[in-house]
């Protein structure tokens, strides 16, 4: 089992509609990050939060809209997605951002845009 | 252009083989970081290389980090059905902070 968790597992959206992705982690993490992952590629880095403060956004389209309410928390607000959007959505955290640090993963939002 | 070059992408042996994945760059990495993903799971940690030249083994895998940290590679030993999944490697380049960039993974199928 991971010990980051993330709901839901699977997500069937209309291209219309206003969705969550919810992470959590109790390990004391300060670093969250949201990844984005096509079949067999690799993951792409999101957004980083760093003691709860938005440190790093890779250009993502404003449908895409991340909160951390408090250290253990990341949400991933989804508005107007289109059918590219559709993806494996991951979080992960790490003790900190520094350069060794490993990062935790969860089992991902499984993301479909329809 | 890819900073971490991961070869082979596809790969399916039969169990009992061996294996090799490469991790190359023409940059430096103060780390370099192996993950393997299995179907419907994210990404697991299996070593963080930090010192060139330093190998360090995990039962049948064996990771190496070169000299000038520049490149890496998985090898591992006596494949099973069970190591079948998605290997990356990771680093964090020297110049760019704290900022980890994904190879494009190797696939690998062990066949029993």
């Known amino acids: 089992d991971t010990e980051v968790t993330q709901t839901p597992k699977h997500l069937v959206m209309g291209m219309t509609n206003k969705k969550s992705l919810k992470c959590e982690q109790h390990?004391?993490?300060?670093?969250m990050y949201w990844y984005k992952q096509k079949a067999k590629k690799p993951p792409e880095l999101m957004f980083v939060?760093?003691?709860?403060?938005?440190?790093i956004n890779e250009s993502v389209p404003s449908r895409f809209s991340p909160e951390c309410p408090n250290s253990s928390l990341l949400n991933l607000h989804l508005h107007a997605l289109q059918p590219e959007d559709s993806a494996l959505y991951l979080c992960?955290?790490?003790?900190?951002?520094?350069?060794?640090?490993?990062?935790?993963f969860g089992n991902g939002t499984r993301l479909t845009v329809t | 252009t890819q900073l971490l070059e991961q070869s082979p992408q596809f790969l399916s042996i039969q169990e009992g083989e061996n294996l090799t994945v490469y991790c190359n760059s023409s940059?430096?990495?103060?780390?370099l970081q192996w993950y393997r993903q299995e179907p419907g799971e994210g990404p697991v940690l299996l070593v963080t290389?930090?010192?060139?030249?330093e190998v360090k083994k995990l039962k049948r895998l064996t990771f190496q980090f070169g000299d000038a940290r520049k490149d890496s590679s998985l090898h591992i030993t006596a494949a099973q059905p069970g190591d079948t999944g998605l290997y990356l490697c990771?680093?964090?380049?020297?110049?760019?902070?704290?900022?980890?960039?994904f190879g494009e993974g190797t696939q690998l199928t062990v066949n029993p």
């Open positions: 290389v930090v010192t060139g030249g």
């Open positions: 940059s430096v990495f103060s780390s």
């Open positions: 992960a955290s790490s003790q900190d951002r520094g350069p060794a640090l490993p990062l935790h």
């Open positions: 390990m004391g993490h300060r670093a």
């Open positions: 990771a680093g964090i380049e020297e110049t760019s902070g704290s900022r980890l960039t």
């Open positions: 939060y760093s003691y709860e403060k938005l440190s």
